[in-house]
Nanobody
Framework: QVQLVESGGALVQPGGSLRLSCAAS????????MGWYRQAPGKQREVVAD???????DYANFAKGRFIISRDNAKNTVYLQKDSLGPEDTGVYSC?????????????WGQGTQVTVSS
């Protein structure tokens, strides 16, 4: 069974940094585009950034210049480095990935990790 597991969420002070990780585990799969979403309290989920298997990235406007998405294909892991965090960055961050599992391409989601930016 293939699944995505996030880690790295925490309570951080304004101006601080945080690095999230999301690892795909299982067998017989290939990870294509992987991405990060977030959902702030009382708001809809929104895309943060995504990255193709070859390393092409795309960012939401609010993430440009502050967040960096990267991946390690050997580890089937995607990362999100977040700097200059503010209270508006508080929310549940979830990763998703387009996984080819035994010739079937589907989108998988992780369970999410909580990020709280507060002094």
């Amino acid at each position: 069974q293939v699944q995505l597991v996030e880690s790295g969420g925490a309570l951080v002070q304004p101006g601080g940094s945080l690095r999230l990780s999301c690892a795909a585990s299982g067998s017989n799969f290939i990870a294509y585009t992987m991405g990060w979403y977030r959902q702030a309290p009382g708001k809809q989920r929104e895309v943060v950034a995504d990255i193709t298997r070859s390393g092409v990235t795309d960012y939401a406007n609010f993430a440009k210049g502050r967040f960096i998405i990267s991946r390690d294909n050997a580890k089937n892991t995607v990362y999100l480095q977040k700097d200059s965090l503010g209270p508006e960055d508080t929310g549940v961050y979830s990763c998703n990935a387009d996984l080819l599992v035994v010739l079937k391409l589907s989108t998988y989601w992780g369970q999410g990790t909580q990020v709280t930016v507060s002094s």
